[in-house]
């Protein structure tokens, strides 16, 4: 097995919170009602999920793989990554920062998270694109026991940074809020 797909099916429930991002985003920037504690859960993912966990496996494994088959990190492929994995660190807090003053309802905090969860959304989106296209050549040019290592890598850090029962947790929460706010029964 390719470590690279572990990545790919984790891009994908990216994809799918960024879809739920954009939905409840838009419900917040037209002043419709939201299920804040939704998009507090949803935040959260993010945060823990994506930063502290899909984000380190790429960072500590990946790329650090990739240079080692010639992909440039100073001035290069990865050096960009680098830096919108930190672009994405920034909107994710500002999104935190904000969310808090939409219980209140505070216009200028509202427009303020619209604008961090589309910026971050837009931004991701793009992102995971540049990745993929990396996961092809990683398959291609790195060996099976360099592939083991970075699963048992991902693994470590999926222990450490986030845990089994956070996991399925997510899992679960991901299936719940598109069956709610993407696919709504009839």
Same mark, same amino acid.
Request: proline share 2%.
């Given at each position: *097995? ?6 790919? @099916?984790?891009?994908? @429930? ?28 949803? &935040? ?26 010639? !992909? ?8 960009? *990554?680098? !830096? ?7 909107? &994710? ?56 290592? *970075? &699963? ?35």
């Amino acid at each position: *097995m390719y470590a690279t797909q572990q990545l790919r @099916n984790e891009h994908e @429930n990216i994809v799918l919170a960024l879809k739920l991002l954009d939905n409840l985003s838009s419900n917040v920037e037209a002043e419709k009602p939201v299920n804040l504690d939704d998009l507090e859960q949803l &935040i959260d993912f993010l945060e823990s999920f994506l930063d502290h966990c899909h984000r380190v496996k790429e960072e500590n494994c990946l790329f650090p793989a990739l240079e080692s088959v010639g !992909v440039t990190k100073d001035n290069g492929p990865i050096g960009v *990554m680098l !830096v919108e994995h930190v672009d994405g660190c920034i909107f &994710i807090h500002a999104m935190r920062e904000t969310f808090t003053n939409l219980r209140i309802h505070d216009s200028q905090s509202r427009m303020a998270f619209v604008n961090a969860a589309i910026g971050f959304s837009h931004r991701l989106k793009s992102h995971i694109q540049k990745e993929t296209s990396y996961f092809s050549l990683a398959d291609q040019q790195l060996s099976s026991e360099k592939h083991q290592e *970075m &699963i048992n890598g991902f693994d470590r850090i999926e222990q450490d940074h986030l845990g089994l029962d956070r996991h399925n947790y997510y899992s679960a929460l991901l299936d719940r809020l598109s069956n709610t706010y993407l696919n709504p029964a009839e």
